[in-house]
Nanobody
Framework: QVQVVESGGGSVQAGGSLRLSCVASGYTPSGYCMGWFRQAPGKEREGVVVTYINGGNPVYGDSVKGRFTISEDNAKNTVILQMNSLKPEDTGMYYC?????????????????WGQGTQVTVSS
């Protein structure tokens, strides 16, 4: 049984930083895809970043390029999302997800396992 658990999030003023963590457990092969997605009220789920664990370069959504950075702690099956220069439009529920398909893309329907989400609120 695969489990994905996020932590971090919270409230911050515009221009500030937050750090999110995500741990996948249950089935963690040598290579698989993990990603972050977000959803604001009344809006569709948006891809933030995806990365192939143990190989491959991260792919960032256009709205977060240059501000967000994903990193891996392979020994702990953990990915970290460092979010800098936050804007009010970054507000939303952030979800971590894992995919064991052959693809690693910013497409939420390709991800099989999802965390419960963590709220990020950026005030102006």
């Amino acid at each position: 049984q695969v489990q994905v658990v996020e932590s971090g999030g919270g409230s911050v003023q515009a221009g500030g930083s937050l750090r999110l963590s995500c741990v996948a457990s249950g089935y963690t092969p040598s290579g698989y895809c993990m990603g972050w997605f977000r959803q604001a009220p009344g809006k569709e789920r948006e891809g933030v970043v995806v990365t192939y664990i143990n190989g491959g370069n991260p792919v960032y959504g256009d709205s977060v390029k240059g501000r967000f950075t994903i990193s891996e702690d392979n020994a702990k099956n953990t990915v970290i999302l460092q979010m800098n220069s936050l804007k009010p439009e970054d507000t939303g529920m952030y979800y971590c997800a894992a995919s064991y398909s052959n693809w690693c893309r910013l497409q939420s329907w390709e991800f099989n396992y999802w965390g419960q989400g963590t709220q990020v609120t950026v005030s102006s």
